[in-house]
């Protein structure tokens, strides 16, 4: 490898690994809580439960699955995790897929969530995780090159 391709090949894992302490830290964190019962940050329309439905809990238990999926695409993506299982077709899809619901839940938080309570929250932390699963959507090649064409000076 030469030492321009380490040094982004560097980058991109840099960007991977604040994506997942990303996930980690944000969405992970929150849904394990409200799996295991918590209720702050829940949009409850003004009914306030001491403990979290369980409809609210299979939920979480749902998108924190989701999320650790999430995180297994990223290290694939990065070429951290090295599985045989899919394609790095799929692999890169997935994280295609990944950017695009942070992009819609960073609108959805700056548009018409901005009403709710914690959308202060969830719209800035949205914002970041987008933009890095962007990054690293956009890594190892997913981007098409086009060809430049060349200048020719004319002759006089």
Do not use: C
Request: proline letters at 4%; zero cysteines; glycine letters at 8%.
């Amino acid at each position: 490898m030469t030492p321009s391709v380490q040094g982004t090949t560097r980058r991109i894992r840099v960007v991977a690994a604040l994506l997942i302490v990303g996930l980690a830290a944000g969405p992970a964190a929150s849904h394990l809580y409200w799996l295991l019962g918590g209720t702050w940050g829940l949009y409850t329309r003004g009914v306030r439960d001491e403990v979290a439905t369980t409809g609210t809990r299979v939920v979480a238990a749902v998108v924190l699955l989701l999320l650790i999926a999430a995180v297994l695409v990223v290290l694939a993506r990065v070429e951290l995790w090295q599985q045989a299982f899919v394609s790095d077709r799929v692999i890169r899809f997935f994280a295609w897929a990944l950017a695009a619901v942070f992009v819609g839940e960073t609108l959805a938080a700056f548009t018409w969530s901005r009403g709710e309570e914690l959308w202060w929250m969830y719209g800035p932390v949205s914002l970041v995780i987008a933009v890095l699963a962007l990054v690293v959507a956009g890594s190892g090649g997913a981007w098409p090159r086009v060809p430049r064409p060349h200048r020719t000076l004319p002759l006089h």
